[in-house]
């Protein structure tokens, strides 16, 4: 499973690129608008381009097929290296075809069943993003909806890569690697979390207390 940073905040995407384990980025217009709006959203995202040098997904805002089909060719002619992030809708399913079938990678998001993963990955989606923490939101095991898909996946024989969403916490992290998913998007805070362990800290503590007395022993040799 890839790690992807799910931010369009460029400090954060810096700081988790630079740690070697980061291949792509996913934006939403949330996110977009969490950031400075001075910043021209086209700048932000080519910024972003060049810090991850790899998958970064761009949303349109669109609900018609037509606007979406607009907005992605719009897209494309500032950041040809996008992939276009279209809402798992029936309008949504049509841009998607469309885009498929002029060989433009897509990212169907809003995914919350295994049906719903069907149609998209049938309308040519190269990327199909579950969301997991909203699942959990209304008591609905994000988990096991990751799995069915994943499996259902197995059975087929889908192209399309599954993209674990909406993660809050480590345990999702690990959940989506379990379940097979192909990448997890992660926020930069639960990201962070995940590569902290209390025991870790206190064993490196351990270490440099223990490398330090031997250093003060040899010294009064
Ligand atoms: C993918 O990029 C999704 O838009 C994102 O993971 C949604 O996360 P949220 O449910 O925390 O808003």
């Not at 799995?147 to 809050?168: K, M, P």
Request: charged share 20%.
């Amino acid at each position: 499973m890839e790690l992807y940073i799910d931010s369009a905040n460029l400090l954060h995407i810096k700081e988790c690129v630079d740690l070697g384990c980061i291949s792509g980025v996913t934006t939403n217009p949330s996110l977009m608008a969490k950031e400075d709006a001075s910043l021209d959203p086209k700048e932000i995202i080519l910024d972003i381009f060049k810090t991850v040098g790899g998958h970064v997904s761009v949303e349109v805002i669109s609900t018609k097929a037509d606007g979406m089909l607009r907005e992605a060719d719009e897209i494309l002619k500032w950041f040809p290296e996008a992939t276009i992030k279209i809402p798992m809708i029936a309008e949504g399913l049509k841009a998607c075809r469309k885009l498929a079938d002029q060989e433009i990678p897509t990212n169907v998001t809003l995914v919350f069943s295994p049906a719903q993963a069907i149609a998209a990955t049938n309308a040519g989606a190269a990327y199909v993003s579950v969301f997991m923490g909203r699942l959990d939101d209304v008591a609905i095991s994000s988990e096991e909806v990751l799995t069915d898909v994943c499996q259902i996946w197995e059975v087929q024989g889908y192209e399309s890569l599954i993209i674990a969403a909406s993660i809050r916490h480590p345990i999702h992290l690990v959940e989506a690697a379990r379940s097979g998913a192909d990448i997890a998007t992660v926020p930069y805070k639960a990201l962070m979390q995940s590569l902290n362990h209390p025991l870790t800290g206190q064993g490196l503590a351990a270490f440099l207390a223990d490398h330090a007395k031997m250093l003060e022993a040899a010294s009064k040799i």
